[in-house]
T-cell receptor
Framework: GQNIDQPTEMTATEGAIVQINCTYQTSGFNGLFWYQQHAGEAPTFLSYNVLDGLEEKGRFSSFLSRSKGYSYLLLKELQMKDSASYLCAVFYGGATNKLIFGTGTLLAVQP | NAGVTQTPKFRILKIGQSMTLQCTQDMNHNYMYWYRQDPGMGLKLIYYSVGAGITDKGEVPNGYNVSRSTTEDFPLRLELAAPSQTSVYFC???????????????????FGDGTRLSIL
């Protein structure tokens, strides 16, 4: 199976930087996604890593290391609206286009 | 475009009742998915479809059935509702163009707003 693990909860301060980790025990996947999900809403796409390394998009960056089975999402200049759950998901393309999600990390941004 | 539309938004069922959760998309996407999300957890894939007439099991298919008679519609059926099926159900669709997925304006999987189902 695919074990995809994330910390359950994290707390950070407005204006700070926070790193949310995701570890997995699987192989043969096409890439890794990060989604943001506010309470009571559907997930929304944040980033997609195919190759090892860092992908930067504004305040959000995502990193992937396939050899280490590890990814992280980096959020800079935190804002109160960043309080949400962050889900990493391993993507299996080819004939299925399946996403297998991790358990999610609930981030609380405090003033 | 409406995107992915799920109905109903909320529903309460009694144990043993059956119901169908509706999902339709107007983006002509080949791929459609059903997920469930329990409180404080990630999404679990129930069933998915790679095109009309083709369906396959995901991680947690037991207790559910699906059909895909058209490209647009992908209903999820609960035959004998059980308390363990109390959850939020999300339908999603996607189009196969991996080269486009780096663009945040073109999400890899478009999600519906969810159906909140309680079984008592």
């Amino acid at each position: 199976g695919q074990n995809i693990d994330q910390p359950t909860e994290m707390t950070a301060t407005e204006g700070a930087i926070v790193q949310i980790n995701c570890t997995y025990q699987t192989s043969g996947f096409n890439g890794l996604f990060w989604y943001q999900q506010h309470a009571g809403e559907a997930p929304t796409f944040l980033s997609y890593n195919v190759l090892d390394g860092l992908e930067e998009k504004g305040r959000f960056s995502s990193f992937l290391s396939r050899s280490k089975g590890y990814s992280y999402l980096l959020l800079k200049e935190l804002q109160m609206k960043d309080s949400a759950s962050y889900l990493c998901a391993v993507f299996y393309g080819g004939a299925t286009n399946k996403l297998i999600f991790g358990t999610g990390t609930l981030l609380a941004v405090q003033p | 475009n409406a995107g992915v539309t799920q109905t109903p938004k909320f529903r309460i069922l009694k144990i043993g009742q059956s119901m169908t959760l509706q999902c339709t998309q107007d983006m002509n996407h080949n791929y459609m998915y059903w997920y469930r999300q329990d409180p404080g957890m990630g999404l679990k894939l129930i069933y998915y479809s790679v095109g009309a007439g083709i369906t396959d099991k995901g991680e947690v298919p037991n207790g559910y059935n699906v059909s895909r008679s058209t490209t647009e519609d992908f209903p999820l059926r609960l035959e004998l509702a059980a308390p363990s099926q109390t959850s939020v159900y999300f339908c999603a669709s996607s189009y196969v163009l991996p080269s486009e997925w780096g663009d945040t304006s073109n999400q890899p999987q478009h999600f519906g707003d969810g159906t909140r189902l309680s079984i008592l």
